[in-house]
């Protein structure tokens, strides 16, 4: 039904939370097979643009903590725990749709590891379109499970981590506002 006067007042306000890069980091993905020494988080505007360097935040991602520098693997691989993808595995991750029909993939996430494991081991598994990015928010506020997800997705997904718990609205609005292509899988 229609809201009378008293209720339209008494509605919440949805104005956006006024963010100059204080919510949001981002772990930006590594090109290539070599690991190069990881950027430190930036800061994510409100208007999605990257602000700079956020300093006193832990530097995350595969062997970061034996190696904060990065590290030139040899042919083996296998001596540092990492495998390439079996030849065809995943081949849609390198490869870019026709320019008028690229697609970023958003999840997003609020401290369940489990339930997300199985969202993109299946979503990798299913997925045979060309996807231009892979971006995850996380935003359970904890440090423990953004380094999980790093550690886990972070040579996949682009990872904004909120600071603090912001909320579903916040979240996505985030996600969406770095997303530069004509279409999103959300």
């Given at each position: ?39 430190m988080p930036r800061a994510v505007l409100q208007d999605g643009s990257l602000g700079g360097q956020v300093e006193g ?60 494991r199985r969202t993109i081991s299946s979503l990798l598994a ?61």
């Open positions: 039904g229609k809201l009378n006067a008293s209720e339209v007042a008494n509605l919440p306000s949805l104005v956006a939370i006024p963010d100059h890069g204080e919510h949001t980091v981002v772990y930006e993905t590594i090109d290539g097979w070599t690991q190069e020494a990881r950027p935040l832990p530097r995350m991602g595969f062997m970061s903590a034996t190696n904060p520098n990065g590290f030139q693997p040899g042919e083996d691989f296998g001596a540092i725990g990492y495998e390439r993808p079996a030849p065809g595995g995943f081949k849609h991750l390198w490869m870019r749709a026709p320019e008028g029909r690229r697609v970023t993939v958003v999840i997003a996430s609020c401290g369940r590891l489990a339930g997300l299913a997925n045979d379109y060309p996807v231009d990015r892979w971006v995850l928010v996380e935003d359970s506020g904890d440090w423990r499970m953004a380094a999980s997800l790093i550690e886990e997705f972070g040579d996949v997904f682009d990872i904004l981590v909120n600071k603090r718990r912001m909320g579903q609205l916040f979240s996505l609005d985030k996600a969406y506002s770095v997303v530069e292509t004509d279409y999103i899988f959300h």
